[in-house]
C-alpha cells in the first residue's frame, strides 16, 4: 500500500522531491484530502508559494472535499507566502523569510489540535525568486524546529532541476528530513500507462523509521487519472497485465 | 585482527583526544556518532556533553539514556541565527561555559554539527578558534577524555581540522557508499583488500573518494538508487602516538571496515550485503588446453585389435631399418670393360717430370 499511513509521523519532516517531468501535486493533494478526512481535529496549514488557492480548491473538489467549509471554521489555514517575503534592494532585510516564519508560528499557535500538519508548497522558488541559500537554510531550520515544539509535522515540496546533482537547499534538506519521497520520471521517457516513479529515503537523522524504505531500483510505479493515482509496482500495471 | 572501528568508538585510546566524523549526502555517518554517545553515556565516571544544533537529540539519545545524569544535552536547535528571539548567552560563550563547568574527571565533548557552528558563529576563523580551545580544555582534562565531531563534507573546515596543527593525534572516520567500492571493483578492476593488492587500492580509492561529486552522482544520478543504504564503508583512518600493548607507535594507520546496523554496527567489508556479490565472484578458470577434435564425432576412428595387427605386419616400403642390406660374399669392386676409344695406360705419366 503506497503512499503508507503516517506518513508522517507529528514531529516529523517529510521531503517529497520531483523533476519537471515527474510532478508531485498529486502527492501533496493526496496528504491534505487524507489528513483532513483523518479526524475532526485535524488542521492544516498551507503555506503555498507558487500555487493560489484557486487551483487548491478545484483538485479538492475532484475528491468531492469542499476546502471552503474547512476555511470558514480554520481547520485548514491558507498562508499565500508571497505576501510575507521581504525581498528587494531597498529595504533592510536581514532575514527575508522572517516575517513568514512568524505568520506560521501564529497560525499553529492558534487553536492547537493534536493533529496538526503544515504544507510548504514549494521550497525551491524561494531561491528562484532571490533567497539566498542560507538564509533558506536558516528558515528550514527554525521552522522544523518549531514542528518538533509544536508537535506538528511537516511536508516539504522541492524542485529538481538538476537530477543527478544535489542542489545546494537539497543538501540542507536531506540533512533535515526525517523521510524523503523521490518522485522520478521513467528512464526510458513518456508513458501512457505510467506517469512516474516514487522512491522512499530516509532522513541521516532518523532512527528506528516504522516504514521501510524504498530504493529507486524497485520503485514503486503511478499513474495519474482523473480520479486521482493508482500506484503498482513496476511490471504489474493495467498496460502490462 | 580487533576492529579497528569499534576500538575507535568504544575505548578511546591515551592521547587520542580527537574524533572526527565525516558525512557526506551520499553517505550519513550518524549512526556512528550515535554509538559513540551511546558509549560514551554508558561508561561510568565519564561526563558527556553534546550539543545539539542541527540534529535533534532524540536521533543520538533514547529515553533511557536521556534521563542519565552522565550525559548533559544541550538543546540549540531553536537558536537560529534571525529566528530566535529568546535573549540568553551567544553560542560560544554559552559552549565554553558549559563545557568548562562539567564536574570533574575525564570528559567527552560531542558537536553534532561542525558546519552549522561555522555558519552560526559567521566565520570558520571563529569556529576554528573555539574547537581548538575546546580541544585544550579536553586535553587537559586528561586520561580518556575526547572531543567529538561531526562534519559534512565538503566543508571549507575539514581540511583545517584534519591539519597536524590543530591536533597532532586523530582518528578520523569516513563513511563512503558502499556503491562506491562496488564501482571501483567493475570499473577500475580494484576490488577492496583483501581481494586487491593494499596499495593498488588505496592508490585508486583516495583520490576518487576525495571527489565528492562522483560519489554523489554514483549514488543519485541515473544509475544510482537514490538514497543511500543503511549500512556503510568506512573508512578508519588513525593518526599519531595510539601506543598498543607493546608500546610501540604507529605513525598513520589507514583500513576500511563496514558498518552494517544489521550485523549489530561494525563488521568486516565481506558482512556488508551490497558487497557480498565482489566476494562470491568465481574465478575465471584457464582453458583445458587445445580442443580435442577426435571427442563428440558422428563416425568411429577407432581400430579393432585385429585391425591393429594386420596394420602392423604391412611392410613400409622406404623406411630403412638402419641395418645394412644383406652381405652377398663379393666386396665392393668397380667393373670396366675399356671399349676401342679409350687409351688406358697402367704407367704413372709424371714419372718423367725433372722438377
Redesign the interface.
Known sequence: MFPPNGLPLPGEVLLITDELLAPADFLLHRHLTTHLKDSKDSRCVLVSVSEDLGRWKAVAQRSNMNLTQYLDSHTLVFIDAISYLTLGPDENT??PL?SL?QQIRSALCFGTGPNTTILLDDIASFEWMGVPV??I???M??LS?LC??SDASLVIRHHVTT????DDVL?HL???CTY?M?V?PL?SGRSGSVSGQV?L??G????APAHR?I???VAVQYRLSDAGSVFFDRGTGSGVL | MPSLLSSAIAHPARNQHLLLLQSSIAQTCLPILREVVQQASERAREMTVLFCLLYPPSSFVDGSHADSNRVQIVDRTYGVPGYDDSAGPSLKDEILETVRSAPAGPLNVIIDSVDTLASDLDSHAECTRLLSELLFIVRTRGGPSRLTLHVLAPSPLLPLLTQTRFSPTLTHLTAHPPALLAHLATAYLTPPPPLAAPEKFWGVFIPIAERHYECERLVFGPAGEGGAPPEAAVEVLVRGAAADGAGRRRGVERVLEGWSPAAGGPCELRELESLKALWTKKPISEAQGAPDPTQNLPFNLNLTPEQQRSRAQVPLPYAHNGKPAEQNGVPAAILYDPDSADDLDDDDPDEDLDI
Open positions: 536581514g532575514t522572517k516564519f542560507a538564509d537554510a536558516h528558515f531550520r527554525a524546529a518538533r515544539k537530477p543527478g546533482e544535489p543538501r536531506l540533512q533535515l524523503h523521490d522520478f528512464s522512491a529515503h530516509f541521516p537523522a532518523t532512527t524504505s530504493p529507486r531500483s
